[in-house]
């Protein structure tokens, strides 16, 4: 698989999580990862395609035993600098995990299927190596939010340009391939466009953390 992420778009990426906009879109996306993953302290956490440690932060600071691989050294840089020695991070795979089976009580993989040359290959290794949840975050194709980076990546080519979107109905089916008839919950968060998120904190509360197939960021659990 082709490495996406060098050290510019590392560094570039990190400064996003870090103003306004950026703390504000994590905030709302990890609180759905935390609903849905309902992960208790103390329990082991893969996330695959971990990037800059942004969300591994989020689970270590619930309580969570954590450790995050990634196909980018540039984007692991970056993480280890954010967690320190706190959270092992290492260089894989998601297609090819270095783990035994059932090697974890939940694997999460967020904003990382976009960025997978066959994430069917990725979902069943994810499975794989969990022994009980997987949870899912992805950029929602119909959304906003979705809409406006792919028209963007059309006329200035970049990571969104070469990133694949998906639908809540896509990345259902994609999962089906892998485990039939597979128990899922799944909800959004992001509704309203960045600009507006300011001032109707109150209406985008309303309108996240539930079966909205609008919202910016979907989030998905498998439970095994």
């Given at each position: ?7 510019k778009?590392?560094r ?76 092992q991070?290492v ?41 009980g949840?997987v949870l899912f975050?992805?950029?929602n ?65 309303r ?5 909205n ?12």
């Amino acid at each position: 698989m082709k490495i996406l992420f060098d050290e510019k778009i590392a560094r570039s990426y990190d400064r996003w999580a870090k103003i306004p906009s950026g703390r504000k879109a994590y905030a709302l996306e990890g609180e759905l990862l935390l609903k849905l993953g309902d992960m208790a302290t103390g329990q082991t956490v893969l996330e695959v395609g971990c990037g800059t440690g942004i969300h591994l932060s989020l689970f270590l600071k619930e309580g969570m035993n954590v450790m995050g691989i990634d196909i980018s050294p540039h984007m692991l840089r970056v993480a280890r600098q954010r967690l320190s020695s706190r959270v092992q991070v290492v260089v894989a795979d998601a297609r090819d995990l270095p783990f035994r089976d059932t090697s974890f009580d939940c694997v999460a993989l967020i904003t990382t299927l976009e960025f997978v040359g066959e994430p069917d290959q990725a979902v069943q290794e994810a499975i794989r190596v969990s022994r009980g949840k997987v949870l899912f975050g992805v950029l929602n194709k119909y959304s906003l939010l979705g809409l406006k980076r792919r028209m963007r990546g059309i006329f200035r080519p970049g990571i969104f340009s070469r990133a694949r979107f998906y639908s809540i109905w896509e990345l259902k089916r994609l999962i089906a391939k892998v485990v039939p008839a597979p128990n899922v919950t799944w909800a959004s968060s992001l509704v309203l466009p960045m600009s507006l998120q300011p001032f109707l904190t109150r209406l985008e509360r309303r309108l996240s953390f539930r079966r909205n197939p609008l919202g910016a960021f979907l989030g998905l659990m498998v439970r095994l």
